[in-house]
């Protein structure tokens, strides 16, 4: 089946860095791929979809200028976080489906992300 | 975006059946459903997708109503690695659909 992998697994940081996160779909092409923030014991939580050769689309709360999303290729989004600060330690995940019918989310293993 | 409703928590037992429902009202006609498994520390993993009546696979069925407002899934004789949190989503065929994702049900298997 499709994969879409995410690196790094996991990440610390110190306060006031930046940190890239990349997701990749492995074997088929995403114009479309999405990234959710999950807190412990939580749901997760869309934060922006993703669109390939243009700019992202951010849900209601989420800082566009904090978030910086890239979607360069069919096969590649990364998502920075900018001056990273301890609220922004979560586990981080990404999304693609395939273009189609009735094709289901595939998701990247996640990141976590620590920030100390 | 329809909405989903499901139990927050249940339990269960090996060799037991266990049936998960979620609720739906709001589905739109070129909505699909799907359930997904998550395990702590990873991203979710597809289960099972259906439109309307019965779907099976080798993990688990899923049951949709006439009126597609709810949806049960059932999974046959869980073992203790069936420990997760299932989440049941509505979203339609697109790929650029955006999937949102609900509180999910914490499911504990006992021994």
């Known amino acids: 089946g499709a994969v879409v992998s995410q690196h790094p697994s996991w990440v610390i940081c110190k306060s006031g860095t930046s940190v890239k996160i990349e997701c990749r779909s492995l074997?088929?092409?995403?114009?479309?791929m999405f990234w959710y923030r999950q807190f412990p014991k939580q749901s997760l939580m869309l934060m922006a979809t993703?669109?390939?050769?243009?700019?992202?689309?951010?849900e209601q709360g989420v800082e566009k200028d904090k978030f910086l999303i890239n979607h360069a290729s069919l096969t590649l989004s990364t998502l920075t976080v900018t001056s990273a600060h301890p609220e922004d330690s979560s586990f981080y995940i990404c999304?693609?489906?395939?273009?189609?019918?009735?094709?289901?989310?595939?998701f990247g293993q996640g990141t976590r992300l620590t920030v100390v | 975006l329809a909405k989903t409703t499901q139990p927050i928590s249940m339990d269960s037992y090996e060799g037991q059946e266990v049936n998960i429902t979620c609720s739906h009202n709001?589905?739109?006609?070129?909505?699909?459903i799907t359930w997904y498994q998550q395990f702590p520390s990873q991203g979710p993993r597809f289960i099972i997708q259906?439109?309307?009546t019965k779907v099976t696979n080798e993990v688990a069925s899923l049951f949709i109503p006439a009126d597609r407002k709810s949806s049960t899934l059932s999974l046959p004789r869980v073992s203790l690695s069936d420990t997760a949190v299932y989440y049941c989503?509505?979203?339609?065929?697109?790929?650029?659909?955006?999937?949102?994702f609900g509180s999910g049900t914490r499911l504990s298997i006992r021994p």
């Open positions: 259906g439109y309307k």
């Open positions: 999304s693609a489906r395939r273009q189609g019918v009735n094709t289901e989310a595939f």
């Open positions: 989503l509505v979203a339609t065929d697109s790929s650029a659909s955006k999937i949102i």
């Open positions: 709001n589905i739109a006609t070129n909505d699909y």
């Open positions: 074997d088929f092409q995403a114009t479309t």
């Open positions: 993703s669109n390939e050769g243009s700019k992202a689309t951010y």
